[in-house]
Each structure stands twice: as structure tokens, then as C-alpha cells.
């Protein structure tokens, strides 16, 4: 899984390419990585979080979780298309249903 340092600190609203829901910013000013609907996020950052650089642009599907002491709750996504995986930090208002569903999935 690819580690990133130094985001750069975009939140900001989308309408998620994979449900087709409106996203709203990050309820807690952190950044909006994915959709708090259906837990998709897209590949488009290459070096740093935010920095939007991929040319990839491919659907990155939550394919299960880690538990970070200091992070709380992360969700490990997969490019559909090129393979990469990262880790990313669960937000308030991302459905738990699915959260809990992921813990299931063996890593």
C-alpha cells in the first residue's frame, strides 16, 4: 500500500462518480477523500493526497479496513483500474453498515 505524506488540504463537495450522491465537505474540516454513501473514492492524486496529479482517474473500491491507534478507523481502497492500494482515514458520516461489512473481509 502506497504511504503518503504532507497532504494538500482540498475539502471540498462532489458528486461521487460511483452512486451518483452529492457529497458534501468533510463535516469536521478534514479532507473528503471518498463517498460517505458507498465508500468509493477515485484515483486522482499521484505524490500527496490533494495533489490531483493521477492520470489513472480510475474507481478506487473500499476493500476492507485497519485500525490505527492514532487514526482511528481507516479504509483500504484498490484502484479498479491500475491496481494501487492506499489507506485512508474513515470520516463521521460514512455509513458504518458498510465499515462493518469490510471488517468481515480478510486482509
Sequence with gaps: MQMRKNPIKINES?????????????????CRNHCPFCLY????????????????RGQMKPIGIQLN???GTRIIHMCQECGLKTVNTSAPDD???LICELS???Q
Aim: hydrophobic share 25%; net charge positive; glycine share 8%.
Design 41 to 56: 473514492s477515485l484515483h486522482v492524486d499521484l505524490n500527496v493526497p490533494g495533489d490531483r496529479l493521477s492520470e489513472c
Design 95 to 97: 455509513n458504518w453498515d
Design 69 to 71: 491507534k492514532k487514526k
Design 104 to 106: 468481515r473481509v480478510p
Design 14 to 30: 462532489f458528486k461521487c462518480v460511483r452512486c451518483k450522491m452529492d457529497v458534501k465537505k468533510h463535516p469536521g474540516g478534514s
